[in-house]
């Protein structure tokens, strides 16, 4: 089946599960960041991805519509983030990860849960 022909079958599947599709489109070459290279990820740029819905709160829907319960310091670190995509200069994940008391796992977590987008430090 092609990608429209599986998202039409889950839709008819279960019509009360699927509330929205998401398509992104980019042009060749779309370059893929390695996050799991530590100096890399200590040297992006990190923003709040704005897909999460009740923000701001300590309790939200991420951009999979999962309920995510932020302890104090990641919804710090989120602020942050979120303040961050508004500056001239936008701080590294190092930088705003110094000011609160998230370690490098529970930054990669947050990305890995979507809360997170990270750009590349030029």
């Known amino acids: ?11 008819l599947l279960n ?3 699927v509330t929205h599709y998401e398509f992104f489109l980019g042009r060749s070459p779309l370059p893929r960041c390695d996050w799991s ?7 992006a740029i990190p923003t709040r991805n704005p897909c999460m819905d009740g923000w ?22 989120l602020q942050a983030c979120d303040a961050n995509s508004n500056q001239p200069q936008p701080q ?5 990860a110094a000011k609160t008391a998230l370690n ?18 030029t």
């Open 1 to 11: 089946m092609s990608d429209r022909q599986r998202a039409r079958l889950v839709e």
């Open 15 to 17: 019509p009360e599960a």
């Open 37 to 43: 290279q530590e100096d890399a990820l200590w040297q």
């Open 56 to 77: 701001p709160s300590r309790c939200l829907f991420n951009s999979d519509y999962q309920i995510v319960n932020l302890t104090d310091a990641e919804f710090e670190f």
């Open 92 to 96: 590294t994940v190092r930088e705003i």
């Open 104 to 121: 490098l796992a529970q930054i990669q977590a947050l990305w890995s849960q979507h809360l997170i987008l990270l750009t590349p430090a």
